[in-house]
């Protein structure tokens, strides 16, 4: 790939791309605020079991 597919691969993101509405950020960060929870509590677990079974 070349710098030139590379320019117009970037400006065909840059044409598609948008802002945001509250909406839409309100539920991008619900999600990820979900999948951080998740994974904070997956780890919490897993800590919890190995210092339970390996103290």
Request: cysteine-free; aromatic content about 14%; glycine content about 10%.
């Amino acid at each position: 790939m070349g710098f030139r597919d590379f320019l117009r691969s970037s400006e065909a993101i840059f044409r598609l791309a948008h802002k945001s509405d509250r909406d839409e950020f309100m539920l991008y960060l619900k999600l990820v605020s979900l999948g951080v929870a998740v994974v904070g509590t997956i780890g919490f677990i897993i800590k919890l079991i190995g210092s339970v079974f390996f103290g």
